[in-house]
């Protein structure tokens, strides 16, 4: 089985100018992302796709592929990640390499690692799902149940309905981590869909889940890299 893994790394960044490159622990944030894909005991190959010729030029260094760059008009802010997947393996069909799965693995995820991406493709491998997504528990205090709203200048419960106070009666609720690990089969993107009908979880702790969108984010995983957490040859 041939297991892709598609490491999107778009010059541009609404957030943080090229976050991509930003030094995050004395490396670029792609490096804890190469990091992870390399020492993956599953994926078959990893490809990183940009419009950038300088990460690009970084990827190759930190041992990843850029067979293709990514044209212009699959790197602006409006392009959903479905036609870059789609986009990945039609450049690699053409070459010859057909995909039966792709990981997607996005730079701004540091923390995630090998282990993260094998058990994510061995759930989708053991199961007749269309997809595995990564999670986090949703804290139960932000739950529907406990979440308000300002009604005027009163608040009101978010959710209709009874809410519940205890800890222990609220449902237990995941929320989507970046995703920093997306499994999905190729025929479901053929089929123009990122997840499918049959999407299974891929629980993370919230350690590991840090989603880089702003400065604080950056320094939390600098934080965290500082007290050993990972280390990256």
Do not use: W
Not at 19 to 43: E, F, H, I, Q
Not at 97 to 106: C, S
Not at 201 to 222: F, H, Q, R, Y
Request: proline share 7%.
């Amino acid at each position: 089985m041939n297991v892709l893994g598609v490491v999107p790394a778009r010059g541009g960044s609404k957030g943080i100018s090229r976050k991509n490159l930003m030094t995050v622990a004395g490396r670029p944030l792609l490096a804890y992302t190469a990091a992870a894909a390399l020492g993956s005991r599953r994926l078959t190959r990893v490809v990183v796709s940009t419009d950038d010729q300088a990460i690009a030029d970084a990827a190759g260094l930190l041992g990843l592929e850029v067979p293709f760059l990514r044209p212009p008009e699959l790197a602006t802010d409006e392009t959903p990640m479905l036609p870059v997947l789609q986009h990945a393996v039609r450049e690699l069909a053409r070459a010859g390499f057909a995909a039966d799965m792709v990981v997607l693995l996005q730079p701004t995820s540091p923390l995630r690692r090998a282990e993260h991406i094998d058990r994510a493709i061995d759930l989708l491998e053991s199961t007749d799902a269309d997809s595995v997504i990564s999670v986090v528990e949703v804290p139960h205090q932000f739950s529907p149940a406990s979440v308000m709203r300002l009604d005027g200048e009163r608040l009101r419960p978010y959710a209709d309905g009874a809410t519940a106070n205890r800890r222990q009666d609220k449902p237990r609720l995941y929320a989507r981590n970046g995703p920093a690990v997306l499994a999905v089969r190729t025929r479901v993107l053929e089929n123009g869909s990122l997840y499918g009908d049959d999407c299974r979880p891929l629980l993370m702790n919230t350690a590991d889940s840090v989603d880089i969108d702003g400065p604080e984010d950056l320094s939390t995983v600098e934080r965290q890299l500082g007290d050993g957490r990972m280390q990256i040859p």
